[in-house]
């Protein structure tokens, strides 16, 4: 795949941008299986560990794109600027998600993508995904108590191992 260098950016900015880039839309439009959906029927995604450079995209893509409400977790002020640029809400990920997401008026999430793994994220997540929601995970390796905790998931209808 080749593609011009967008104006504006560095050589070592530009490099950062195709396997991210590539990453975050398998994320959304292979794993979930999105597509752009009206806003009527608008739903919502979670990203876990937004901060890096696929969150940003991933945030970008599910906003612009596939026009989901988009809710990221970014726990260090120095991430919130990828975070929060294109998300609708950003939340702090060691506080209580089910608090910060009843302030937004959202009660459960559609999907959630994990680009960061922890015990508490997984916990967590099985709290808030909606029955018939879907969860994805994309950082390994998993600890044996990391599956323990995934396991939490599958009181969740959509579970897909
Ligand atoms: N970069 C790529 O091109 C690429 C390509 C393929 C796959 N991936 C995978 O995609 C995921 C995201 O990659 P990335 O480069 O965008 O971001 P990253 O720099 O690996 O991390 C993204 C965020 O994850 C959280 N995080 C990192 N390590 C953590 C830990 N040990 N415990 C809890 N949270 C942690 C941090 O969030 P907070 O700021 O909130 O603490 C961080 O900002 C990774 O799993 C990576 O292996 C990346």
Not at 35 to 55: N, R
Not at 87 to 102: K, S
């Amino acid at each position: 795949m080749i593609n011009p260098m967008p104006s504006g950016l560095s050589y070592e900015q530009a490099a950062a941008l195709p396997l991210s880039s590539i990453t975050a839309r398998e994320i959304l439009f292979n794993s979930l299986r999105l597509h752009f959906v009206p806003p009527t029927h608008q739903k919502s995604i979670q990203t876990i560990g937004a901060g890096g450079i696929v969150g940003a995209m991933l945030t970008q893509l599910a906003a612009k794109v596939a026009n989901l409400k988009v809710i990221t977790t970014a726990s260090r002020p120095e991430n919130d600027q990828w975070a929060c640029s294109g998300a609708h809400h950003v939340i702090y990920p060691r506080a209580d998600w089910r608090e910060q997401l009843n302030k937004i008026n959202v009660r459960l999430v559609d999907y959630i993508t994990s680009l960061a793994v922890s015990e508490e994220h997984l916990a967590k997540s099985a709290d808030i995904l909606s029955p018939q929601g879907t969860f994805c995970l994309i950082a390994q390796p998993l600890t044996t108590q990391q599956k323990q905790h995934l396991g939490s998931l599958r009181k969740v209808d959509s579970y897909k191992q």
